[in-house]
């Protein structure tokens, strides 16, 4: 079972309102993600990190920041919240295990942040 | 590009196999997986093939791998209720950037 949290788990908002999504991973994993997903759809990497004071760009452009001063902890940050921000925040982390002869990277997820924006 | 590709819905009924397919673009991925996702929930790892692999089972998943076509099935036998969830692939891109690519994802439902 992974030690990853989010908070909030459902936040509702207004437009313009400045937002933080909490992450925060108890299992000393360097690298960690933000992912958005539309309920049921895809999911698509916004932000990832592979370690402390290491924060990349996904895939999707957004229009949030993250930041990671420490291991265990990987915040999203909207500056002005806006309708079409509304959707699903999924956070992960990942580490690398030995799987026989092989070394294997495994991908946890925290369940996840529903945000509306009215 | 990177592309994962599943079918969107399958539907099956309680007690029969599901067959859940994926194609995937890089054929130098290491790693593939399947996740499974709950409503409101998030992602959890199902299993994992190696790309070494045909073939893995993990007691009543069964994943088979082709890799000249890309090609990636998870089997579930004695399909149950509580089965019912979004199944998504996924492949590790590890060409320059280390990278998850997930496919669209397939929702299953099993039919009581």
């Known amino acids: 079972e992974a030690d990853i949290y989010q908070t909030p788990r459902y936040l509702v908002i207004g437009t313009g309102k400045k937002i933080t999504l909490e992450c925060s991973q108890t299992m000393g994993h360097d690298k960690m993600y933000w992912y958005q997903q539309d309920p049921g759809m895809e999911l698509h990497l916004i932000h990832y990190s592979y370690g402390v004071n290491s924060t990349e760009k996904g895939d999707l452009s957004s229009e949030s920041t993250v930041s990671r001063i420490r291991t265990e902890h990987f915040p999203l940050t909207l500056e002005s919240a806006r309708p079409s921000h509304t959707s699903q925040y999924l956070c992960?982390?990942?580490?690398?295990?030995?799987?026989?002869?092989?070394?294997?990277?495994?991908?946890?997820f925290g369940p996840g942040t529903r945000l509306l924006v009215l | 590009g990177e592309d994962v590709e599943q079918s969107l819905f399958l539907s099956v009924r309680e007690g029969d196999s599901s067959v859940i397919n994926c194609t995937y673009t890089?054929?130098?991925?290491?790693?593939l997986y399947w996740y499974k996702q709950e409503p409101g929930a998030g992602l959890q790892l199902l299993t994992y093939i190696f790309s070494n692999m045909d073939m893995k089972q993990d007691q009543r998943l069964t994943v088979l791998l082709n890799k000249k076509d890309k090609h990636l099935s998870l089997r579930i036998a004695d399909t149950q209720t509580g089965d019912s969830a979004i199944y998504f692939c996924a492949e590790l891109f590890t060409s320059g950037t280390y990278k998850y690519i997930f496919g669209t994802g397939t929702r299953l439902k099993v039919l009581a």
């Open positions: 890089d054929s130098s991925s290491t790693y």
């Open positions: 992960a982390s990942s580490e690398l295990v030995l799987a026989g002869d092989w070394a294997l990277e495994t991908q946890y």
